[in-house]
């Protein structure tokens, strides 16, 4: 290995507690440094720029550990720069080696340790129990998403303050799309193209790399602060050309990006935004990109895809898990059965008071399906659509929230949390005793009612035998919390306050 | 004609602003006395007592005017009476004549004059404009209605208190079971039994006319408050043995109360309360007490059926409506054009607080679905069951009212009515413009849109062509009214409160 050719560490350690603030530049320590588990490692080669190298020069690394061995693509990053990126998911010694169709990169090889994560880098997060998430260090992942398609092409401004909005949020997971949005609300160029463009014409054969070190920074920005990158890869709404791309140019953009941005472990693959509404795709090129991710994405990030009409099979094994839109929150419980997967209901409308049915539900109906949803063993997704003066809009723009519902989110995501902390067993819910509203820990641990509408002054929970259980009543929009008296088992006879939007907790004695 | 057998008018004309009491006793007009248009008239005979009349003694009479004869059958009314009820429909001249096996009791003849109507009698309801309801004298019928089971097995100052009730309440319909029921909160023996019964014997050769003269009463003193009655024929909540009598009695059953009740024009018939749970019951008894009711009502009454979990098919001939349970608000519309007649959510949860699911939505949720519905071209039933000292609860004894839906329920009413009363054209509401929340008179005099969760700030609505609207909108919940400001026309873009809950209505300017 040349001394020009460094390895360097990527400056995304989590920070949990600073301040959301853009990466910094990677910085360049000494051959053969210690990387964190879990970190990106990035090698960077000095290679050619003659001719098209993003045509012209294939290269790859293969990264050893004992019998195991991951390859990745590089890519080029202009300017007679190439990168490879890799995420070391084991400590200990690792070894790597180059192959490439240009002499200079070809065969290049070197060494590092994998060291101890630093606290807060809790890995990348991938499926559990069966229909759950947790991160690779076994802590659980209660999934709490939002959503902000365009935020990568808003001011620099916008940009921050979405990072600190994000940070006091309660969401741990961020929808946003890798091509600009054309769309109500959002008819702006973007400050720059992900290919060079002249006119209305789209040169595919290069990839504007400023485009997408801009995003390798907002991936890093969030990792900081402990928020998934939800990437969509394609989307409909598009006045420049990219929904509908020859299949060749979809499929190098499909491995630039997986290049590029699977080493970051807070990344996420949903393959579009509303698939159904791209009219120039076939179900064949669906399957074509998902064969890709597979193929290509060494760390097996999680991956989705996201509909409008027409429900996408999430049966089919390429998907991790379900990332739908659908406001049929009841069905829920059904569809995680039918398909064997963690269900997460990406978009189900959102807050606000726009003119579009899809942005206009209140704050207390956007945290009524957070509630259906996780009494079913699901998740679900908030956005935001109020009317600004300035035309910034969270579900697109990000910026500020001015909701009522992230306050009531961050309270049921705590009471999630603080659920599963209390003592071992499976990490999710799982819908129960043909009530659609009612979910427990499969060790019986922790029930819960969700009592929705209803608000019964009375009512017989039939607890699991042979344990004994304390019971909170919650109010879900009020946010109070009201230890019952007494001590409760077998069929248990409550009574409860009669009022609507209600929770009943049955928590084991002894674990709480 | 006998002096001894004598033509009664019944006592059944409506005094609207009367304070509910039962009915008075049949009082005994002169022969030849004049009949109200849509009033029962009651013909009594002297008859064979000995042996078993119920099944020894058939009677029948044919009653005729100009062109046109209707054919009901008598009944014994025990003590050596028959009677004969009819409603004459269109004023005239009518003669009558019997037909009977019992020779005291045949060719018997007669005639008189129907009247027109005394104020407040506006005839029986029947189905107008495809899916809605009017009175025989064409005023629209809202049809607002709710559930009192086992009314007719209370105390008698429950009973009292129950019609009191719903005087002063926006209900014009009630749902009412002729047999006894046994379920939850209804533990107790009725006071009398439809047949003699010896300790858990059933002796179905005979009927208790007592049983079923109270019913008279009943149906007479709603008739008296603009109250329909829709009478439930068959459910299954039962210990005593009328969930599953022999094809013989149900038959013989049927046609007793179609040849008692079947005159009261406010009279409807439900085949059952839930007749999938009733499991002695085939298909093909269903369908027989359909041909029956087709058969020996000469009045034609309102015919439906209500279902538990497996939806009737309402599409078929016999129904006149579709009196369903379901709380899927969202369907009314489709299965609408589904099955081409009016959609009545007769149950669909109750306003209440107990444990069961069915009967602890909170009263804006019940007010809710009443506007799903409504918004739909659908209408809705009430229902309560809240918790009580003395268990006594509105869905099945009656009694008094609790919630709060009724109040909010009265005011989308009276809406409805008030928009009807604007002008000219269909009395009803259809679905419209391919949202699932909004509604037009089919000339075009009158849309509204129900925002339900929603919250929109702003909205452009398409108006039809060539007419001007003032525009109203209406927070349901808070029952509040605010006229918008200027006037409205083609994609008419208005500005709105940005509040869930809401409604806007739009009204033809000139007709308002």
Redesign the interface.
Known sequence: MNRRDLIKLSSCAVAAASAPVFAAPPTSPEPGAAVSRWDVLELTFAGPSAGNPFLDVSLSATFRQINRALTVEGFYDGNGTYKIRFMPDAPGAWSWSTTSNAPQLHGRSGAFQCVAPAAGNRGPVSVRDGYHFSYADSSPYVECGTTCYAWAFQPETTQRQTLATLAASPFNKLRMCLFPKWYQHNHKEPPQYPFPRSGDVNDYSIFNTAYFQHFDRLIAALLQINVQADLILFHPYDKWGYQAMPAAVDDRYLRYVIARFSAYRNVWWSLANEFDLMKSKTTADWDRYARILGEYDAFDRLRSIHYSHYQYEYARGWCTHAGIQDSRMQLGAQWRSDWGKPVVFDECRYE????S?WG???G??MTRRFWQAAAQGCYCGHGETY?DPDDILWWSHGGVLHGSSPAKIAFLRRLLEETIAIGPGPIGFTNFAD?PMAARRANGSVLFYY?D????????FALPDGKTYTAEYIDTLALTRTPLPGDYSGNAQVKLP???WGSLWFREKGLA
Chains 1, 2 share one sequence.
């Open positions: 606000g008071n726009i003119a049915r206009n539900i209140s207390d109906a009317l009530d009592f509408e209803h608000q019964p002054a009375e009512g017989t009669g009022t609507p």
